[in-house]
């Protein structure tokens, strides 16, 4: 059973820094997709960063040049670094997974969805 844990959240004045771990089980890091979410009472939930089993990586716009996911095989651990935070940006983060299938000739992350969630760690960013 996939499990994801959340933890390196906090509170940052603008300008800041913080490093969000996922620490995942039941799986290897290496052989599923993940990616980054956040979500304010106020806005809908946002799709921040994606990581395919290649190490390949997408951003969102509004944190791109700033955010950067990786993971580290050994630690069985993805991380989401996060350098010149915005107020914006204050919101609960959720890392999730999904597994690779075989579609169209080769492997490639499942479109549908994101099957397995972490229970979140809160950002505050104040000005």
């Known amino acids: 059973q996939v499990q994801l844990v959340e933890s390196g959240g906090g509170s940052v004045q603008a300008g800041g820094s913080l490093r969000l771990s996922c620490t995942v089980s039941g799986v290897t890091v290496s052989s599923y997709c993940f990616g980054w979410f956040r979500q304010s009472p106020d806005k809908e939930r946002e799709e921040v960063a994606v990581l395919d089993r290649a190490g390949t990586t997408d951003y969102a716009d509004s944190v791109k040049g700033r955010f950067t996911t990786y993971r580290d095989d050994a630690k069985n651990t993805l991380y989401l670094q996060m350098n010149g935070l915005k107020p914006g940006d204050t919101a609960m983060y959720y890392c999730?997974?999904?597994?690779?299938?075989?579609?169209?000739?080769?492997?490639?992350?499942?479109?549908?969805?994101?099957?397995?969630w972490g229970q979140g760690t809160q950002v505050t960013v104040s000005s």
């Open positions: 999730a997974a999904r597994e690779m299938v075989w579609m169209n000739k080769k492997w490639q992350c499942n479109p549908d969805s994101f099957p397995y």
